[in-house]
């Protein structure tokens, strides 16, 4: 009995949702467990119950093994960040990942139209999904996407598969995302750009399970990125602090203040929209402590050369397990330091990305632990 039989479609907003059938499983993996060791909270009391219970997945002591599935689905529609349509209109839930109710009706609604008059581009060349929730985050994009990609590519080892990527309005992250599919092999001949807006795939190719935002990231992950750090050498910083930029949220109400502190304690401050990516994996390869507000940025510890000790500094309300996950499958030690927050408006809106305060002395004596 097929996984469709067994799993029949559901109304989800009013839109049917359903599984790909065993048919089109492609490869199963086995992702290793692992475990894993709570991070070192400074100040947990300022977390807020739900927060707390948001982060549950850092308090879990052994990540078992558990599957990753690649599926091939034919003639199907995509749209927005990732959601995969079949031909009938129906939703396939592996696509789905952190979609609202308002994008999954839209996309629904465009992939309804352009089945009824068949407007939308063809692309013929089989292609792997490297497009999900959050696919204009860098650190989204180093994560979650580009480990998908170098799952499927590296096992099938075929010039002729290409590769589905959003299309990205952010200069640095496209240059980002170039250097990365050049460190990899990837072919500009075999790359596909689609907006939010359905294009149809002939054959794609769907990775489910390598992570679930918030709750999961799979140890296969780090193949990804230890192939492409191979043959990076550091500069011989020992200590790095990074630097948000300018008018990021989340960032310290006074960073400059933040800066000399963090170069008092020998730090070296790197300031990533200055670099280039690899200019940013070389200064941060050699780095026994790594420190900085909690932002995209703090990605690259994924590059670190060996074991280090990883310091964030984050609001008390953060609903964050990205950065500990990183650092528990990359062998770093992980502090996480929850402070106080500006009451000025957050420039998002979002109160948890409102400036970050601290107490200079504290932050001179988190920076000089070694």
Known sequence: MSREARSPSRAVTGIHVLDPPDSALLMRITSPGFEATPPDIVHPERIPPDIWAACA???QPVFAPRPVSVWMLNDVHVACEGLVFDRDGRLYRPSVTQHGPAQIEWAASAVRTVLADGSAPLHDLP????????????GHWLMEMLPMLHLVLSRLSDPGIGVLLHDV?????G??????????DIAPARVRIADHRPVRVRTLLLVDGLTTHGTY????VRDCHH??????????????FIARGPNRARDFADPTAAEVLARDAGYHVLHPGRLSFLQQLATIRDARLVAGAMGAA???????RGPAEVLTFAGAGMPDTFFWFIATLFGHRYREVRCLQSDDPAPT??????????????????LSVS
């Open 127 to 138: 292609l792997v999904l490297g497009k999900k929730r959050g696919a204009m985050n860098y």
């Open 227 to 240: 192939r492409l750090a191979h043959g990076i050498a550091g500069i011989g910083q020992a200590r790095v």
């Open 175 to 184: 240059e980002v995302i170039q250097t990365c599919l050049s460190r990899l």
């Open 298 to 304: 703090m990605t690259t510890m994924a590059y670190l």
């Open 57 to 59: 997945a850092q308090r």
């Open 349 to 366: 809106g979002v109160s948890y990305d409102r400036a970050l305060l601290i107490d200079p002395a504290e932050m001179r004596r988190l």
């Open 217 to 220: 990231m799979s140890p296969l």
């Open 169 to 173: 309005t952010d200069r640095r992250l």
